[in-house]
Structure formats: C-alpha cells, structure tokens
C-alpha cells in the first residue's frame, strides 16, 4: 500500500468512527433538539479545553452540578463525552500550539512563539509520564503550567466559546433537519399508503 493509500484508508477510518460515535448517536435519540444540542456544547466545552486525560470526568462531574443546580440545562453524559474525544492524545499537540499562538497574541507576546517541532515534542513529554491516573493527571497539570504557562490556558477560551457555541448551533440545525426530511418521507409514504386503499376500494 502506497503513501496515498494509507491517507486515504486513514481519513475513511476517521470518517467511519466519526459518524459511528459522534454523528450516530445525535440522530437516534428521541430527545428534543436543544436537549442534544447542549449535550454537543458541553462535550466541546470541556474537549476544547487542554485538560487531556481528565475531559471524560470533568464532563460527568459538570452534569452532575447541572442536574443539581440547573436541571433545565440538563443534558445527556453520554453524548458530551463523546464529543470530548474530539481532542485526544493524537490532535493535542496542533490543538495546544494554536492556543500558545492565541494566548501570546492576546497577551501581545507573540514575538516570544516557539515553532511547532519543539512545541510539539515538549507537549508530548509531558502526555508520557509514567504514573498511575491520578498522579499522572496532576503531573500532566504541573507540567503544563511550568512549560508552557498562562498563554495555553488564555489562548484556549475563544475557541471553547467559539466552538461550543458553533457545536450548538449546528448540531440543533442538523437534528431539526434530518427529523423534517423523515416527516416528509413518512408523510408522503402514507400518502402513497391512502392513494392505493382508494384504488384498492374503487377496484378495477
């Protein structure tokens, strides 16, 4: 298999798993559109935030407050946290370099930017440190305080506003979409339905 063939193969796999675990599931619920939407806006929320390894338990910890505090931005768990999957140990690297570069220019110190290569391998050491959950979710907290400071967690807030908001928006639109066309089908199959018991009644 050549180069080529790989990428291909590699973008249907990630298609498939995005449709099967992302997709899937926000069209085959019978929850309202803007229960749904909240779910994908939560889960792009905490995924959009560089809290790699903890996102999954901070989403369940922020459904918890919201079933308390807030019942009428409940949500399903299930869905946030698989739209957390969004940002993983894969995608955090470019992810976390946009938000050093947002960071810096927000806080007019963008002469300051490393390049991507060094960004990359610094991040990587501190997704890989040997401990057990707990421990290595604290060490990976420090670390990312130490190395890389406030402009990782400044230049990450647009994009968590930005792309919740977006998440939001469009997953409302797709789910009112798709359950639309499904009652124009059903609709016009039983208007199909009507027409042949009427011909079947008139007879030949």
């Given at each position: 298999m050549n180069a080529e063939d790989r990428e291909q193969?590699?973008?249907?796999?990630?298609?498939?798993?995005?449709?099967?675990?992302?997709?899937?599931p926000l069209l085959h619920t019978r929850h309202t559109p803007d229960y749904i939407a909240r779910s994908v806006m939560f889960g792009l929320m905490v995924a959009l935030t560089p809290t790699v390894g903890a996102q999954m338990p901070i989403v369940f910890?922020?459904?918890l407050a919201v079933r308390r505090f807030k019942p009428e931005l409940d949500f399903s768990v299930v869905i946030a946290m698989a739209w957390t999957w969004v940002t993983n140990v894969a995608?955090?690297?470019p992810?976390?370099?946009?938000?050093i570069v947002t960071g810096r220019i927000l806080m007019g110190r963008w002469d300051r930017l490393r390049d991507y290569d060094t960004f990359a391998s610094r991040l990587t050491e501190s997704l890989q440190e040997d401990a057990n959950w707990f421990e290595s979710l604290?060490?990976?907290?420090?670390?990312?305080v130490n190395k890389f400071g406030l402009p990782l967690f400044i230049g990450c807030l647009p994009w968590v506003i930005i792309g919740s908001w977006l998440g939001y928006r469009w997953s409302r639109s797709l789910i009112i979409g798709v359950r639309r066309a499904r009652e124009r089908r059903r609709m016009r199959?039983?208007?199909?339905?009507?027409?042949g018991e009427v011909r079947l009644r008139k007879g030949p």
């Open positions: 193969s590699i973008l249907r796999r990630a298609s498939t798993k995005i449709r099967v675990r992302l997709i899937h910890l922020i459904w995608t955090a690297p992810i976390y370099y946009l938000y604290w060490v990976y907290a420090v670390n990312l199959a039983a208007r199909r339905r009507a027409l």
